[in-house]
């Protein structure tokens, strides 16, 4: 079992930055993805950056050169670090963990990006 908790989401002005923050626990030695995803209403839930063991670091096409993900200490906080937000609808957004046979969410923390 793991657990994931993230923290940091809020309110923004557009071109601003935000950072997020994601802390596992658990079976962490079993996780070979982990990231984050966002969810906005009425939509699906839809990738934004993970880092994969088989894979590297994957970022959506929407985020790519405005997004970093990092982490410290293997695989654990993993962070967001999101510059020139653009202005749309709220989103929450998830970390995720994966491993071979589970996918582990957090609670999620709302963004929203104001004009």
């Known amino acids: 079992q793991v657990q994931v908790v993230e923290s940091g989401g809020g309110l923004v002005q557009a071109g601003g930055s935000l950072r997020l923050s994601c802390v596992a626990s658990?079976?962490?030695?079993?996780?070979?993805?982990m990231g984050w995803y966002r969810q906005a209403p009425g939509k699906q839930r839809e990738p934004v950056a993970r880092?994969?063991?088989?894979?590297?670091?994957i970022y959506a096409d929407s985020v790519k050169g405005r997004f970093t993900i990092s982490r410290d200490n293997a695989r654990n906080p993993v962070y967001r670090q999101m510059n020139s937000l653009k202005p749309e609808a709220p989103a929450v957004y998830y970390c995720?963990?994966?491993?071979?046979?589970?996918?582990?969410w957090g609670q999620g923390t709302p963004v929203t990006v104001s004009p």
């Open positions: 658990g079976s962490i030695g079993s996780v070979n993805v």
């Open positions: 995720h963990a994966q491993d071979r046979a589970y996918a582990y």
């Open positions: 880092f994969t063991s088989g894979a590297g670091t």
